[in-house]
């Protein structure tokens, strides 16, 4: 009895190399999808593949055994709407003339090809792509931006890395249909970035670590789709926040070490479909968090800050703005990794009753604040690291939390001896207590007898 295979994913499988595609290919037509990565794949591996006339999916990812004559071969492949090649410095400018056939193909993913600078010539009449990923590809340059100017169905474009400049916000400002764009880590300034409001249909933009200012915001003003704005890193500050107030449908919002401060926060109290907040590193202090009372579907707030005190957490739980206990009604995720979160702040935590996710790294608490974080029984990941006061009596208090998947009280004064306390915690998988006086030898012990589903741990 005989097979006909449609899918051969073998992506990291050891030991796969031509010999291997010898077999892949005798399916021919009945191949729909081919997963190579890292692989030793060569030239010839490639022609095998040339009969597969029906193949939509290749990835041939961190593949660097073949040639651009090699991909010549895959030129035929008129039925591919996916093809990915990752981290290959085999792709050259000239090797790119084979994907100009592939005149089907709606999703390209070469991130950290590192010499494919001029080849984007061979992609202008590939008029159904929809996705681009060229991240990481320090080779990009303004030109190739204006070479892709005329795909006109490109939804997502992924340029994160490149040094691309502002100059090329003109020819980006053609792709009419972009919904999703990064550009994170370029060259960019404010110059140009009129050119952006053009694009009324994008959902995603991704601007962090660039030398852009309350200038940029300007012009996003009217990009009334926007569901996630990314900024972190930037030089923007409180007044050009005032641009944000129209983005109405923002989810995700990310203004970590930015200038942003207090007064700020009164520009995005409006925008009540947030549901991700990131303040890391900003100048916000404790008195404005009061201002993020009409955040009524916040799930992710990030305030690792080290102006945030007790203060800002009897801010945001006082029964002096009940408004805000609905606001925090749904919150999932707290980040207060360097405030200054002492024992007597632990005990506004207990009316974030949802709350799966907390990070207090601060160095404020002791034993007595973790009596009220053990109360906090739907917490999945808990990180107490760098509080050097907690002892033995900490995990003695968390021997209850049996929802717990991770747990990290790294650098205290917890011991061997306190370990006897974890073995409820049949659901923890990782388990980090660095800097302590553990050792590894005796968590391999609770490991094997009581904790099976523990798959990493430090010391190890």
């Given at each position: 009895?005989?097979?006909?295979?449609?899918?051969?994913?073998?992506?990291?499988?050891?030991g796969?190399?031509?010999?291997?595609?010898?077999?892949i290919?005798?399916?021919?037509s009945?191949?729909?999808?081919?997963?190579?990565?890292?692989s030793?794949?060569?030239?010839?591996?490639?022609?095998?593949?040339?009969?597969?006339?029906?193949?939509?999916?290749?990835?041939?990812?961190?593949?660097?055994?073949?040639?651009?004559?090699?991909?010549?071969?895959?030129?035929?492949?008129?039925?591919?709407?996916?093809?990915?090649?990752?981290?290959?410095s085999?792709?050259?400018?000239?090797?790119?003339?084979?994907?100009?056939?592939?005149?089907?193909?709606?999703?390209?993913?070469?991130?950290r090809?590192?010499?494919?600078?001029?080849?984007?010539?061979?992609?202008?009449?590939?008029?159904?792509?929809?996705?681009?990923?060229?991240?990481?590809?320090?080779?990009?340059?303004?030109?190739?931006?204006?070479?892709?100017?005329?795909?006109?169905?490109?939804?997502?474009?992924?340029?994160?890395?490149?040094?691309?400049?502002s100059?090329?916000?003109?020819?980006?400002?053609?792709?009419?249909?972009?919904?999703?764009?990064?550009?994170?880590?370029?060259?960019?300034?404010?110059?140009?970035?009129?050119?952006?409001?053009?694009?009324?249909?994008?959902?995603?933009?991704?601007?962090?670590?660039?030398?852009?200012?309350?200038?940029?915001?300007?012009?996003?003003?009217?990009?009334?789709?926007?569901?996630?704005?990314?900024?972190?890193?930037?030089?923007?500050?409180?007044?050009?926040?005032?641009?944000?107030i129209?983005?109405t449908?923002?989810?995700s919002?990310?203004?970590?070490?930015?200038?942003?401060?207090?007064?700020?926060?009164?520009?995005?109290?409006?925008?009540?479909?947030?549901?991700?907040?990131?303040?890391?590193?900003?100048?916000?202090?404790?008195?404005?968090?009061?201002?993020l009372?009409?955040?009524?579907?916040?799930?992710?707030?990030?305030?690792?800050?080290?102006?945030?005190?007790d203060?800002?957490?009897?801010?945001?739980?006082?029964?002096?703005?009940?408004?805000?206990?609905?606001?925090l009604?749904?919150?999932?995720?707290?980040?207060?990794?360097?405030?200054?979160?002492?024992?007597a702040?632990?005990?506004?935590?207990?009316?974030?009753?949802?709350?799966?996710?907390?990070?207090?790294?601060?160095?404020?608490?002791?034993?007595?604040?973790?009596?009220?974080i053990?109360?906090?029984?739907?917490?999945?990941?808990?990180?107490?690291?760098?509080?050097?006061?907690?002892?033995?009596k900490?995990?003695?208090?968390?021997?209850?939390?049996?929802?717990?998947?991770?747990?990290?009280?790294?650098?205290?004064?917890?011991?061997?001896?306190?370990?006897?306390?974890?073995?409820?915690?049949?659901?923890?998988?990782?388990?980090?207590?660095?800097?302590?006086?553990?050792?590894?030898?005796?968590?391999k012990?609770?490991?094997?007898?009581?904790?099976?589903?523990?798959?990493?741990?430090?010391?190890?």
């Open positions: 009895m005989s097979f006909a295979w449609q899918d051969v994913l073998l992506g990291e499988y050891p796969v190399n031509d010999g291997w595609i010898d077999v290919s005798s399916q021919r009945s191949l729909l999808s081919v997963d190579l990565s890292g030793t794949v060569t030239d010839k591996g490639l022609r095998l593949l040339k009969d597969s006339s029906n193949l939509q999916s290749l990835t041939l990812d961190y593949c660097d055994q073949f040639s651009e004559h090699g991909l010549k071969y895959v030129s035929g492949l008129l039925n591919l709407t996916f093809l990915s090649i990752r981290k290959s085999t792709v050259t400018p000239d090797g790119m003339r084979a994907f100009s056939s592939l005149v089907n193909l709606e999703k390209l993913d070469l991130e090809c590192s010499e494919i600078h001029g080849g984007f010539v061979h992609l202008k009449g590939l008029k159904k792509l929809e996705s681009l990923n060229i991240a990481c590809c320090k080779c990009i340059m303004d030109s190739d931006m204006q070479a892709i100017s005329g795909l006109q169905k490109l939804t997502t474009l992924n340029a994160e890395g490149c040094k691309i400049t100059a090329c916000l003109e020819s980006i400002a053609a792709l009419a249909a972009l919904e999703s764009l990064n550009l994170n880590r370029c060259c960019l300034s404010d110059d140009e970035f009129e050119n952006i409001s053009s694009l009324k249909t994008l959902k995603r933009l991704s601007l962090a670590f660039n030398r852009i200012t309350d200038a940029c915001l300007v012009h996003l003003k009217g990009l009334v789709n926007l569901e996630y704005l990314n900024l972190d890193s930037c030089k923007i500050g409180d007044e050009g926040l005032a641009n944000l129209g983005l449908l923002l989810r919002l990310v203004l970590s070490d930015t200038e942003v401060g207090s007064s700020g926060l009164r520009h995005i109290s409006g925008l009540h479909k947030l549901e991700d907040l990131n303040l890391s590193f900003t100048s916000v202090n404790d008195a404005s968090l009061k201002r009372s009409g955040l009524t579907n916040l799930k992710s707030l990030n305030l690792d800050a080290r102006q945030i005190t203060v800002g957490l009897a801010n945001l739980t006082s029964k002096l703005f009940l408004v805000y206990i609905h606001c009604s749904g919150l999932i995720k707290l980040d207060l990794f360097g405030a200054r979160i002492s024992d702040g632990t005990v506004f935590l207990k009316s974030f009753k949802n709350l799966q996710f907390l990070e207090i790294c601060g160095g404020g608490l002791t034993d007595g604040g973790v009596k009220h053990k109360e906090m029984t739907s917490l999945t990941q808990l990180n107490l690291s760098q509080n050097c006061n907690l002892t033995d900490t995990l003695e208090l968390l021997s209850g939390m049996t929802a717990l998947r991770s747990l990290n009280v790294s650098n205290s004064r917890i011991t061997n001896e306190g370990l006897r306390y974890l073995k409820p915690l049949k659901n923890l998988r990782t388990l980090s207590l660095e800097s302590c006086k553990v050792t590894a030898a005796e968590i012990k609770l490991q094997s007898s009581d904790l099976p589903n523990l798959i990493s741990f430090r010391p190890e």
